[in-house]
């Protein structure tokens, strides 16, 4: 499959806690992307790496890239009920333009 | 913007009935995309258009799924005749230029009974 790796497949944290997903992939990469879906809704885009980037923030969120390894993490600080959601990570291959999903990470925030 | 705009947002029909699915990009973008999603699969391309023109289709299932995109402003997707292994979340997505970040539409979910 050319889908990238995610893992953990479930995440059950309580809120004020931090979120960590990684994602590992295969090929190589232009960028690498992260999505946030709620239940029943289409995909938002939170955050892009660049192949030449090793970190980037966003608010409460920080993706590194370790083209090395082939491996992304997300990290979701002081986390929310509100942040409870399914998170992707999405390849764009080299030359291509579509991207590639991991099969995500489903994240529960108790209150 | 209103965003990327699929239709219908649910569909039930029998086995063997065409399903048409229809799309509208943000106004603009110059790639489309489509995507299914099941549970057993996750995220699929089916295919990704560029100004109007398929790019890679390598992701539509058989000659039983078709796309088209007639105009910058529409795109179809069109499933004949359909099976009950066809029934997902259809999700539709554009981008434009240089940025490569893909925004989603809401998604038509798809049973074929």
């Known amino acids: 499959s050319q889908q990238g790796e995610e893992d953990p497949q479930a995440l059950s944290i309580q809120e004020g806690e931090n979120a960590t997903m990684n994602c590992s992939y295969k090929?190589?990469?232009?960028?690498l992307q992260w999505y946030r879906q709620n239940s029943g809704r289409g995909l938002v885009h939170l955050i892009l790496i660049r192949s030449n980037e090793r970190e980037k923030h966003s608010g409460r969120l920080r993706v590194t890239l370790d083209t090395s390894k082939k491996s992304s993490s997300l990290l979701i600080t002081a986390s929310r009920a509100a942040d409870t959601a399914s998170y992707f990570c999405a390849k764009m291959d080299t030359g291509r333009r579509a991207l590639t999903f991991g099969s995500g990470t489903r994240l529960q925030v108790q209150p | 913007d209103a965003g990327v705009i699929q239709s219908p947002r649910h569909e039930v029909t029998e086995m063997g009935q065409e399903v048409t699915l229809r799309c509208k990009p943000i106004?603009?973008?110059?790639?489309l995309f489509w995507y299914r999603q099941t549970m057993m699969r996750g995220l699929e391309l089916l295919i990704y258009?560029?100004?109007?023109?398929?790019?890679?289709d390598s992701g539509m299932p058989e000659d039983r799924f078709s796309a088209k995109m007639p105009n910058a402003s529409f795109s179809t997707l069109k499933i004949q005749p359909s099976e009950p292994r066809d029934s997902a979340v259809y999700f539709c997505?554009?981008?434009?230029?240089?940025?490569?970040?893909?925004?989603f539409g809401s998604g038509t979910q798809l049973s074929v009974l």
């Open positions: 258009f560029n100004n109007n023109v398929p790019i890679d």
């Open positions: 106004s603009g973008h110059d790639y």
């Open positions: 090929t190589s990469i232009n960028n």
């Open positions: 997505a554009s981008s434009g230029g240089l940025n490569e970040k893909l925004f």
